[in-house]
């Protein structure tokens, strides 16, 4: 269920490496558990992230998350069409529902994120 | 006993009634309106317009709730105006009959100290008078304070006066200080179509709420577009032809149609014969008063804003009761540990004792209860799921000590804590009380329910 060829952190949020760049979002299980949501606050264009840390935070109608950077670099691009229509998080979330694109500081730093398999246990044990 | 008040806002108005009940001869000297700066410049025309604003949001989103309106809906600022001049006036004339109804003397002009049994006043129409007092009450009030740097001139620089009586809707307007005034008119302004900035030198808005909740207000700030800024300072301002521009720190700079001052409140403790009658002030102005309202000169009282302290039109009501019994005979003290405070933004905020942070710099072992109005079911039915109850509690003893609330409503509901705190309630004791379903009030129960992580509707942690 959880795309293949991506990575995933255990805050709930994957990276699509391409060369030097990733796309991130949050995950199936993120929006599944998050259910409806109502508001995204974005990262800004050009803000250093870390690896860990909060770069925007997500409103549902249960609750509100901070969204965590899966790794370390700076943002490119914003998904700017999730202001007017954040419920596509929830109908796409790991297509249109993309959150940012980052310029990655240390390629090699993704290898520690987890792979799909590894996701998914991880999510079985969450839900223990 | 011939009582002489100095203003009637809130203290001193409150302050004639009370004293009269209590069977004074009293009377009031004004120089503006009765009512003061909080029904004729404050609490009320600003709640009035926002009240406005509040119709306009929901109009505006009322597809959300299955109803289509067809046609442009825009604000007509003059007829928003009219009813809140309609607002305050009735309010204002409610004042003068109840004066009326209780033989107090209402005198149109302004009032000075000459000494504790005379005071001097210049009437509106030019000649002067000196009335004598067994007592007398200084009620003066302030106003918008204004800084060197950038004095208001009521057509680009405005205070918060100005702002209540603008003609026309300012496309862009920037607001120095996101304090309480600020953060208000922001949201009024945003939903009538104005592009705004603020621009605030505190790290935060609100800076003296909670953490948790100037947060929460920041982010609203984000959806409705409104622009801040913290952690900036103000170099300088100047008009040009384009508008107003401010220069910051740094280099930077910002142009707007209008610009709004809302960086606090200065005392009206000048020019009312304070030193002639030998009365302290403090460092701000303020004019120094022990616990019963009672200056350093014997039978002159003081009260309300002109006394500094918490800047509540509610506190200084209730400073005028206080100093109205104590020249009735009582000996009574003001207690200001349980004060509820109020913010009209979107979504409303309020706070009453102490904030977890100030307990713990108080030596007391903390223990918070959390709950989000997004969890209450009536939150959902009326559209307004944003906002948090947050539970301070005396660990040892399971008393409540805070409470601070942001969501919809909040003004209404803090008093539950207020009256928790006043009486020394437990958590424990909003918990086991049954509360209305389905009701905004439940949030109160779930969050004190929340100390001892029994809260309902709160996922397993």
């Known amino acids: ?128 | 006993m011939k009582l002489v008040i100095l203003g009637a806002g809130p203290g001193g108005y409150v302050a004639a009634i009370k004293s009269a009940q209590l069977g004074a001869q009293v009377i009031v000297i004004e120089d503006t309106e009765v009512g003061g700066t909080c029904l004729n410049k404050g609490c009320i025309p600003t709640k009035t317009l926002l009240a406005t604003t509040e119709l306009l949001h929901k109009t505006r989103n009322s597809g959300e709730f299955g109803i289509d309106i067809s046609g442009q809906i825009t604000p007509n600022l003059s007829k928003i105006m009219d009813r809140k001049n309609k607002v305050v006036s009735t309010q204002v004339r409610g004042i003068r009959s109840l004066f009326k109804s209780w033989g107090i003397t209402l005198i149109e002009g302004r009032g000075k100290v000459i000494s504790p049994d005379k005071i001097e006043v210049q009437k509106k129409d030019g000649s002067t008078d000196i009335i004598g007092a067994d007592k007398i009450i200084i009620a003066t009030g302030s106003r918008p304070a204004q800084l060197p740097l950038f004095p208001f001139d009521g057509e680009h620089v405005l205070s918060s006066d100005d702002a209540l009586n603008i003609k026309s809707i300012p496309k862009t307007l920037i607001i120095i200080g996101a304090g309480v005034i600020g953060c208000e008119f922001a949201f009024i302004f945003s939903e009538l179509g104005t592009d705004i900035t603020m621009l605030e030198i505190m790290p935060r808005a609100l800076s003296t709420e909670d953490p948790e909740i100037s947060e929460t207000l920041e982010r609203e700030l984000k959806k409705k577009k409104i622009k801040l800024m913290t952690g900036i300072k103000v170099t300088g301002v100047q008009s040009q032809l384009d508008g107003i521009h401010v220069y910051l720190e740094g280099g930077k700079e910002f142009v707007a149609e209008k610009l709004l001052v809302s960086v606090g409140r200065a005392l009206n403790s000048d020019g009312i014969g304070l030193e002639t009658a030998g009365i302290q002030k403090g460092p701000k102005g303020e004019i120094t008063v022990n616990e019963k309202m009672e200056t350093n000169i014997g039978g002159i009282f003081a009260i309300g804003d002109v006394t500094g302290g918490m800047l509540y039109a509610h506190v200084a009501s209730r400073e005028g009761i206080v100093a109205a019994r104590n020249i009735a005979g009582a000996d009574e003290k003001m207690d200001y540990s349980v004060v509820p405070s109020t913010i009209f933004t979107s979504p409303e905020i309020a706070s009453v004792g102490l904030k977890e942070q100030q307990a713990i710099e108080n030596g007391i072992k903390v223990k918070t209860g959390h709950f989000q109005f997004r969890a209450i079911g009536k939150a959902h039915v009326i559209g307004e799921i944003t906002g948090f109850f947050k539970i301070v509690s005396d660990e040892t003893s399971d008393r409540v000590i805070g409470v601070q609330i942001i969501g919809p409503h909040a003004s209404d509901l803090i008093h539950e804590a207020a009256l928790a705190i006043k009486t020394g309630l437990r958590t424990r004791d909003i918990a086991e009380t049954i509360h209305s379903h389905p009701t905004l009030s439940e949030g109160m129960m779930e969050a004190a329910e929340d100390v001892h992580g029994e809260a309902i509707h709160v996922p397993k942690k």
Do not use: C, F
Not at chain 1, 47 to 61: D, K, L, M, Q, V
Not at chain 1, 76 to 96: A, C, Q
């Open chain 1, 1 to 128: 269920m959880n795309p293949e060829d991506l990575k995933y952190h255990k805050e709930h949020t994957w990276a699509r490496v391409s060369g030097k760049k990733a796309t991130i979002g949050i995950t199936d299980y993120a929006q599944n558990a998050l259910g409806d949501i109502v508001y995204i606050d974005l990262p800004e264009v050009d803000a250093n992230i870390e690896i860990n840390s909060e770069i925007g935070e997500i409103e549902s109608t249960k609750a509100t998350s901070s969204i965590i950077s899966p790794l370390n670099g700076r943002v490119i691009e914003v998904n700017e069409d999730l202001t007017e229509t954040p419920e596509t998080i929830n109908e796409d979330p790991y297509g249109k529902g993309w959150i940012a694109i980052v310029e990655i500081d240390d390629v090699a730093e993704v290898n520690d994120l987890m792979d799909a398999s590894e996701y998914e246990k991880y999510v079985e044990e969450e839900k223990k």
